[in-house]
């Protein structure tokens, strides 16, 4: 088995997408070398391993490259398949529903967050990106409902896949898509809860760092 | 499954794409369903209450039980009927990878591009839109070079999960041609990926669902003509 060779990840210390992969990697207890990117000025090595795409996070594991943060996640289950079994192994309508709302965190959520912050504020466009950060929230508030975990009661793929955007709660506020406190007080308390663990605490951004990155982000990349 | 029948439901339109992708699905495993077509101006209960997030199809009902997004519904059917021939999706970690991630540029980089040529409206948005959906093309034929390794198709002998994904848009690239006069797989730019085409609609479960392209190219004509109108409706109020 592969799994003893050598693990590379390529990443950005803000991307919640690269802060999936640490978390799945610490859940495993894998080894790794951590290399920061610089994308404005991308490495050789970085193009070589995604040349499709030339994004991060990008996991190098036994001279191969795999992309795309959630396929990222799925490979280090199937590799490492424990400790931590981030997708049930013997229920296939659990591991389909994981995979649904884990593909509803980027579609929807991420999306939502982006035009928040790459938008003029007071304009009709971010005024509905605030209405659909508040439903993707509320969203995944009522699918979450009373539970410890999105899988149940073990820390899994969904909750992978969406810890690290807990970091933007206070940026959201900042830019007017309310209070997290209020919207979806459970989750801020699963956000709390996944924190506990190493694995999420030693990869999440801090929130104030995050939120002045995005300023930068937006006097960079957002609409003038 | 134990005990008796597992009852399958497929809620979908004849024109989606990636209902078709299920339906293939289920074909290529020899798995038995009932079809059910929704008018997506006017959706079932059923659609509302399966698929309460999106509101959208394919979604396949298994027992009762709903699961949506097409890609997710091909592993479903991998996972929840191992007996029903070869799997999708090979085995090893590295190459599921790889195949989810050519699924996953279907649906973001060449669906997108054709999408954005559809709702061109200038003469530069049709030339970027075109350039796009070229470069899309020409990606996805290096990755079939890379993943058949000179067999038929993207999974080796046997239809694969990326076989699966791009064939549910087997009938609306021909519709495509039809109505836009544009050849997304062209014999000349991408060998292999007009020759994947030709032999995968020609697979006898590909056949039992494939749409009828001839109502295909009537849709999108009548939806052609519908932003035509739209436009035109929008400059002659701009122009009064």
Known sequence: MAATEEVTLLDLWASPFGQRCRIALAEKKVEYEYIEQNLADKSELLLRSNPVHKKIPVLLHAGRSICESLLIVEYIDETWPSPSPLLPADDPYARARARFWARYVDDKLFDCQTRLWKLKSGEPAHEQAKEDLVQALTTLEAELGDRDYFGGEAFGFVDVALVPFTAWFHTYEKFGGGVAEELCPRLVAWAHRCKERNSVAMAIADPHKLYDFVLYLKQKFGAK | ?240
């Not at chain 2, 994947?196 to 020609?202: I, N, S, Y």
């Not at chain 2, 109502?215 to 009064?240: H, I």
Request: glycine letters at 8%; hydrophobic letters at 50%; one cysteine or more.
């Open chain 2, 1 to 240: 499954m134990a005990g008796g029948g597992d009852e399958l439901k497929l809620l979908g339109m004849f024109a989606s794409p990636f209902a078709l992708r299920v339906k293939l699905a289920l074909s290529f495993k020899g798995l038995s369903f009932e079809y059910v077509e929704e008018d997506l101006r006017n959706k079932s209960e059923l659609l509302v209450v399966a698929n309460p997030v999106h509101r959208k199809v394919p979604v396949l009902i298994h027992n009762g039980l709903p699961v949506c997004e097409s890609m997710v519904i091909v592993q479903y059917l991998d996972e929840a009927f191992p007996g029903a021939g070869a799997p999708f999706l090979p085995s090893d970690p590295y190459d599921r990878a790889v195949a989810r991630f050519w699924a996953s540029y279907i649906d973001e980089k060449l669906f997108s591009a054709w999408v954005a040529l559809f709702a061109a409206k200038t003469e530069e948005e049709k030339a970027e839109g075109t350039k796009q959906t070229l470069a899309a093309a020409e990606t996805l034929e290096g990755a079939l070079r890379e993943c058949s390794k000179g067999k038929p198709f993207f999974g080796g002998d046997a239809i694969g999960y990326v076989d699966v994904a791009l064939g549910g848009f087997a009938a609306y690239v021909h519709a495509f041609e039809e109505v836009h006069g544009l050849r997304q797989f062209d014999a000349a730019r991408t060998p292999l990926l007009a020759a994947w085409l030709a032999r995968f609609v020609e697979l006898d479960s590909a056949k039992a669902v494939m749409p009828d392209v001839g109502r295909l190219v009537e849709r999108g004509k009548m939806m052609q003509a519908q932003a035509a109108a739209a436009t035109a409706a929008t400059a002659a109020a701009k122009a009064s």
